[in-house]
T-cell receptor, first 111, second 113 residues
């Protein structure tokens, strides 16, 4: 069963623009992660935000977490064509090892 | 070496065949995972191994049989699969046991005829 829901499902922007993707989840979590997947390839871990953090930055990535709303957002600034990929949020249930991925956002960055 | 390798890259098999998928990592990670991913869908967890022992089986049909021969290797044995089992099978590993910062292999694209 899927815990995380993401919107938008697909996003098309021009190079240089910012891209924002949102994720919602249902259960209590210790942390939330974001992964990127290029077409038909393995996933790459991007960033992790812990439940006691509200915002985290890594290079052109900015992640926010609102545990009261059970939601997170990923902002990619100054997007590049190479950012074209699917982006998934992932949560692990509190006290467990089960990773659940959100439905994902497919990002297209046009050069 | 920060890579997870998977073989084969592509596999086509009939419903009566027996085949195996292989996954290998040399990062000393203590947890290893199998995921199934259908087109345009997120990965779905199948199995988790912690310290070479099966810790999670997400109610996967018995036609999928995982095996962890040692801390670096993870196999997925396939038998009597159905066409709906066609998917991308991803292996991952992580240092910790809590599913944090998983390293993924490139996957095996499986087609069941």
């Amino acid at each position: 069963s899927q815990q995380g829901e993401e919107d938008p499902q697909a996003l098309s922007i021009q190079e240089g623009e910012n891209a924002t993707m949102n994720c919602s989840y249902k259960t209590s979590i210790n942390n939330l992660q974001w992964y990127r997947q290029n077409s038909g390839r393995g996933l790459v871990h991007l960033i992790l935000i812990r439940s006691n953090e509200r915002e985290k930055h890594s290079g052109r990535l900015r992640v926010t977490l609102d545990t009261s709303k059970k939601s997170s957002s990923l902002l990619i600034t100054a997007s590049r064509a190479a950012d074209t990929a699917s982006y998934f949020c992932a949560t692990v249930n509190t006290g467990g090892f089960k990773t659940i991925f959100g439905a994902g956002t497919r990002l297209f960055v046009k050069a | 070496d920060t890579e997870v390798t998977q073989t084969p890259k592509h596999l086509v098999m009939g419903m009566t065949n027996k085949k195996s998928l292989k996954c290998e990592q040399h990062m000393g990670h203590r947890a290893m995972y199998w995921y199934k991913q259908k087109a345009k869908k997120p990965p779905e967890l199948m199995f988790v191994y912690s310290y070479e022992k099966l810790s999670i089986n997400e109610s996967v049909p018995s036609r999928f049989s995982p095996e962890c021969p040692n801390s670096s290797l993870l196999n997925l044995h396939l038998h009597a699969l159905q066409p709906e089992d066609s998917a991308l099978y991803l292996c991952a590993s992580s240092q910790g046991l809590a599913g944090i910062e998983q390293f993924f292999g490139p996957g095996t694209r499986l087609t069941v005829l």
